[in-house]
């Protein structure tokens, strides 16, 4: 069963850039999925970034997209999310996740990785 | 701002029927996914599709769909139900994805 392992630096100065892995086990980054990033600031809601397929085709959330970077990388099972500029803002738990596709359009998030919490501040 | 709209908090007794909605003009076209999170741990699939539930997850949890509105029933709430429940579809571009705001659910 695959499972997804978040990494990266759990500080990040403001204007500096966030830089964050998701390493993928029990299964291959080259699967039916896409792979996602979701994050969610303290005590608040899930916001979804964007995901990637192992090809490299990408979708943003347009909110963020001047500013998000999604990559993969076959060789090491895992791919990887790019924020610039940061701010306090970006303040947020930083979970990866698994997203499949069905029929009539529906898509769905699992599994999911246990979250990192990136603080931006000086 | 979110388009998909869930209230923000909904409680139930225990042992009784609760609904939690998500509004959205997406939902007309697609179907919802829906996710508990309960406090210090990762968001988890409860049910994806017209009605489908992931290995594990309790029967007593369902979805639907009518108009633009999806809907997650638990029939018969447990204590361990009690958490914040997240939809999840497409928005208006089929290639972005929008949570709602969240539901925080109190089994009383």
């Known amino acids: 069963q695959v499972q997804l392992q978040e990494s990266g630096p759990g500080l990040v100065k403001p204007s500096g850039t966030l830089s964050l892995t998701c390493a993928v086990s029990?299964?291959?980054?080259?699967?039916?999925?896409?792979w996602s990033w979701v994050r969610q600031p303290p005590g608040k809601g899930l916001e979804w970034i964007g995901e990637?397929?192992?090809?490299?085709?990408?979708y943003y959330n347009p909110s963020l997209k001047s500013r998000v970077t999604i990559s993969v990388d076959k060789s090491k099972n895992q791919f990887s999310l790019r924020v610039n500029s940061v701010t306090a803002a970006d303040t947020a738990i930083y979970y990866c996740a698994g997203t499949s596709y069905g029929s009539g359009w529906s898509h769905w998030f699992d599994p999911w990785g246990q979250g990192t919490l990136v603080t931006v501040s000086s | 701002s979110s388009e998909l709209t869930q209230d923000p908090a909904v409680s139930v007794a225990l042992g009784q029927t609760v609904r939690i909605t998500c509004q959205g003009d997406s939902l007309r076209s697609y179907y919802a996914s829906w996710y508990q999170q309960k406090p210090g741990q990762a968001p988890v699939l409860v049910i994806y599709g017209e009605n489908n539930r992931p290995s594990g997850v309790p029967d007593r949890f369902s979805g639907s769909r009518s108009g633009n509105t999806a809907s997650l029933t638990i029939t018969g709430a447990q204590a361990e139900d009690d958490a914040d429940y997240y939809c999840n579809s497409r928005d208006s571009s089929v290639n972005h994805r929008v949570f709602g705001g969240g539901t925080k659910l109190t089994v009383l």
């Open positions: 029990g299964g291959s980054i080259t699967s039916t999925k896409w």
């Open positions: 990637i397929y192992y090809t490299g085709s990408t």
